[in-house]
């Protein structure tokens, strides 16, 4: 088999050899053909010689493919399947730069900016072409803080899953919780303190909020609720007065406030008991 394709190597070599000495002469031929012909006519002699070259040139390029043509043709389909394997290889390589050059050109976040891709949240520490690196924040249980892990995601996630920018959240969130009372309490009253005792923990930095808020709607194009204190009344499956609370205030406090409105819920709710209580006629024996 291999004396087989070495004969016929070599018989391409000597037809690719004569091909090119036969037309080496045509060429010779006919360039001092031309030359005698236009003897006097020095511009039409040099339009076709280098017609005739450039002719000869083409011919030659084709003859030799034409010889050469299967070898070519498997060289071709090599590279094409080694171009297929490295794009297959590194496909993940090029979507997180295609990925890079996106946000790049976008800007959809910077170091420092807290953002949410594909349910991971977190501070933006560092970004590269293939990775970018984040400090994760706990926003699912409302806290607003580092959890202390470091978050290595992909470029690409960011073009391939829901991606959200956090940014206006460092300084001040819209944040909400929810407070059940189980006991025969009247609710209008509950909910009357409750928006009084909300009403006086936000006082302290209630314009700067509004300014804020106004910042980022003017920024971002949007409204956001809940500017002012909320206390929305509504009951549960079991027929429980529930409250919703909802505030806008700096991102450090909304935990504080929330525990000491819950505090101030359940201290509240107990007087109220312990009244109830007492006010009630005693059985008679």
């Known amino acids: 088999m291999l004396e087989y394709f070495t004969h016929i190597s070599q018989s391409k070599l000597l037809l690719s050899a004569a091909v090119l000495s036969a037309l080496l002469i045509a060429r010779a ?3 001092k053909s031309v030359q005698r012909k236009y003897r006097n006519d020095i511009e039409r002699k040099r339009r076709w ?3 005739l070259k450039n002719l000869l040139n083409f011919i030659t390029l084709l003859t030799l493919a034409a010889v050469w043509f299967d ?3 498997s060289f071709a389909i090599s590279i094409a399947a080694f171009v297929v394997a490295i794009v297959l290889a590194t496909r993940e390589y090029i979507q997180c730069i295609l990925a890079s050059l996106y946000q790049t050109g976008a ?3 910077r170091i420092g900016d807290w953002v949410e891709v594909n349910g991971c949240a977190g501070e933006v520490a560092y ?3 293939i990775t970018t690196t984040l400090y994760e924040l706990n926003l699912k249980s409302s806290a607003y803080q580092y959890s202390g892990k470091t978050l290595v995601i992909p470029n690409n996630q960011f073009i391939t899953h829901s991606f959200v920018n956090l940014n206006y959240m460092r300084r001040y ?3 909400g919780f929810l407070l059940i009372q189980p006991e025969p309490i009247d609710p209008i009253e509950v909910r009357a303190f409750l928006l009084s005792k909300l009403t006086e923990l936000c006082l302290p930095f209630k314009d700067t909020a509004e300014r804020y808020r106004n910042m980022i709607e003017r920024k971002l194009d949007i409204v956001i609720p809940g500017a002012k ?3 929305n009344l509504a009951t549960t499956e079991l027929g429980h007065a529930q409250y919703s609370v909802q505030y806008f205030c700096p991102t450090e406090k909304a935990q504080i406030i929330e525990q000491k409105v819950t505090q101030a819920f359940f201290q509240f709710t107990q007087q109220q008991k312990q009244s109830a209580t007492k006010d009630s006629p005693s059985p008679v024996e």
């Open 71 to 73: 070898e070519i043709q």
């Open 29 to 31: 031929i006919l360039i």
């Open 173 to 175: 969130v819209n944040h």
């Open 107 to 109: 800007r959809q976040y």
């Open 229 to 231: 204190v909320k206390v």
């Open 49 to 51: 010689s280098s017609g």
């Open 127 to 129: 970004t590269d072409w």
